[in-house]
């Protein structure tokens, strides 16, 4: 429970029960992490049975032909962490001067970036400079990559491995 909280309840201080806590119970406020993904019930199970038909349905050499792939769409004025990104100077005119100051668009470029990847190697990485991918840009831009790439890896006998988003799961896209 945060210390402000507590604060309120017995009518003492914020910075006195921040002490207490530190000095007399010798905790300290460690950060919240994420991880692991909130999974349902259902996505459990559903987890659990794919896996089981992958271990009863695929043989080891049947595993390494599978080639999976995966997009992200990332803002080209890149990632600021205003927690850990610091500049070390005497003050702040000095940090201004020296990259202090992290401008950013109003309303950032996006680009999609697709890569696939396989026991033998990785495909080329595709670059999409639509803010939004439907089936058709899928299909006249992804998809001869992993075909091409999976042909040559593998020959005719490989497997495909996608995340199911809708340009990949539209049924053009499965033909």
Not at 129 to 140: L, P
Request: aromatic letters at 10%; proline letters at 5%.
């Amino acid at each position: 429970m945060p210390a402000r909280k507590i604060s309120m309840e017995p009518d003492i201080s914020e910075r006195s029960v921040r002490r207490i806590m530190k000095n007399d119970l010798g905790l300290y406020p460690y950060k919240k992490k994420v991880i692991e993904p909130l999974l349902s019930d259902h996505q459990k199970l559903k987890r659990k049975q794919f896996a089981n038909w992958v271990r009863t349905n695929f043989r080891k050499e049947d595993t390494l032909k599978i080639l999976f792939s995966d997009e992200k769409m990332l803002d080209i004025d890149g990632v600021y962490d205003t927690q850990n990104d610091r500049v070390w100077t005497v003050d702040r005119a000095g940090a201004d001067k020296n990259g202090g100051i992290q401008q950013r668009r109003k309303f950032p470029q996006k680009v999609i970036i697709w890569l696939g990847t396989c026991s033998k190697d990785l495909t080329p990485l595709v670059i999409l400079d639509e803010e939004t991918v439907d089936h058709t840009v899928y299909i006249e831009k992804v998809l001869p990559v992993p075909l091409k790439y999976g042909n040559q890896f593998f020959g005719s006998n490989w497997v495909f491995q996608q995340d199911d988003a809708k340009p990949q799961s539209h049924h053009l896209s499965q033909k």
